[in-house]
């Protein structure tokens, strides 16, 4: 058999190339450009709140608080301070544009304003700064005749005083016999003066009488037919109220249901003209077992009427 070989041309063999190397870097390659260790760490901790929370807040309030017990704890550089900021207190509160103008007093009768005025005792060219407007208040608030108060400065300088004054609602004779007057929650606006001064006012007397004011008001609207009949409300051991009529007529009413049982007996005074007849006590103190007491005339003259009875002559 025929062998056949080729033969090829040591020219024509491709042999693999090698890579060529990359060139080395030079050492200045390697220094990448950027902050140093030292900068990178302070810019990571900035970041954190804690941090910038500590340096720009919290550290500056420990150097003042620092810089403030060192001033308080030196007897003469606590004096010194103090004494320049009263000066420049003083020289700012006496400008001419913190001065007060005038005082306007808005509600309530004149006589009320004089006490208000007088009360305050405030002068023109005091200056505002120096008020302290919450104590004004609470010293008109003090006037008995003075429900509230608001105090106020206006733009123009004024103090403005709104006062709403205390309605007057009964009179009450104090123990030490002084008349007073009082409003509908028992406080006492002031001296009444004469009863003729106020004779639409129920007139009120005993001991707790001005806690209960309500409790007259309520009695004088059942009974306002003979409103003007009714001279006084007496409280009872500060229990229950009598009513005492010009007539001296007295109309014990019970401590419980007194409204109630004097309706009841203004229903009898419209039937039988109970209020009219010659009778010194009204019992009604046990509601469902009424009493009537006579005058002493009254009651002569039916001793008298049961003693001719009895003998058999004719009444007179």
Known sequence: MREIVLQVAPDEVRRPQ??????????????????????????????KPMVRNGVLVYLP??????????????????????????????????????AVRGVAVIGGSEELQRDVRRTLGIEPGVSSLKLDV???RHRVEALGAVETAAVQFDP??????????????????????????????????????????????????????????????????????????????????ERRWDIVLDSDMLIELPAEGSIETLSRVMALHYGDELLDRDLAVIDMRLPERPALRMSAEAAETYQIRRAVAAIGGEET
Request: some cysteine.
């Open 134 to 136: 919450e104590a004004l």
């Open 156 to 237: 123009q300088g004024t103090l403005r005083v709104t006062v709403v004054d205390r309605i007057p609602e009964a009179l009450y004779r104090r123990p030490d016999g002084v008349l007073v007057l009082l409003d509908s929650g028992g406080v006492e606006i002031g001296p009444a003066g004469a009863r003729a001064d106020h004779p639409y006012l129920p007139v009120i007397l005993g001991a707790g009488a001005p806690e209960r004011v309500d409790e007259v008001l309520a009695l004088l609207e059942a009974a306002a037919e003979i409103a003007p009949r009714l001279r006084a409300f007496v409280r009872v051991g």
């Open 61 to 98: 309030l420990l150097i003042l608080g620092l810089a403030c017990w060192r001033v308080a704890a030196h007897d003469d550089w606590r004096g010194c301070i103090e004494t320049e900021v009263a000066a420049l207190v003083d020289r700012i509160a006496a400008r001419p544009e913190f």
């Open 18 to 47: 090698r890579p060529e190397p990359a060139p080395r870097a030079s050492s200045e390659s390697h220094k990448a450009p950027g902050p140093s260790k030292l900068t990178y760490r302070l810019s990571r901790a900035w970041a």
